[in-house]
């Protein structure tokens, strides 16, 4: 079986998020979306806010999961008996990045595979990044994240930090 973690901090979840993950899943058997938990980084959106954002993405894909995990990722492979990882490229900087996470993964990770998707034009401009700046500002999100979320998410951010 074959079984992939999508990795990240989903902080928060995005459409190009999802297209990746779409894409991914006439490739593997099943898809764990993990999201990483680095005590060092204050997230915008509380971890358990984000997993079920994440879940409600996919509400008929019995294939795709969500679980969080701290420490290394080839770690939380070996813990889940995944042996791929997914990564998504939108720029060459993020494959200068993830070129060697993912050479260091495959030696620690002891063979851990990573595959990339190059996202599509129609997304390749979205980040969890700006998205988090643009709801700070107070702008619309709805461009930019899942159409089932899009509403809970400024909502929450309302009442939640002004
Ligand atoms: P971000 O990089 O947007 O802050 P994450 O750390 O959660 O968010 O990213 C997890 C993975 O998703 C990374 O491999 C990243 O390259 C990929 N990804 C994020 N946004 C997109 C997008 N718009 N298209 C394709 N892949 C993406």
Redo the contacts with the bound molecule.
Sequence with gaps: MKVCVFP???DPI?S??I??VRRALPLFDQIIIAVGVNNAKQRLFPLEKSMNWIQQCFPNEARVSVRSYEGLTVDFCRSVKAEFLL????STS?FDYEKTISQMNNIIGKGTETVFLI?QPE??H????IVREIIKGGADVSPFVPEAIKAEISDFYGKNHK
Excluded: M, V
């Design positions: 990240g901090s989903f995005t190009g998020h297209d990746l990564r998504g490229l939108r993020d996202s997304y390749s979205i980040s969890s990044t």
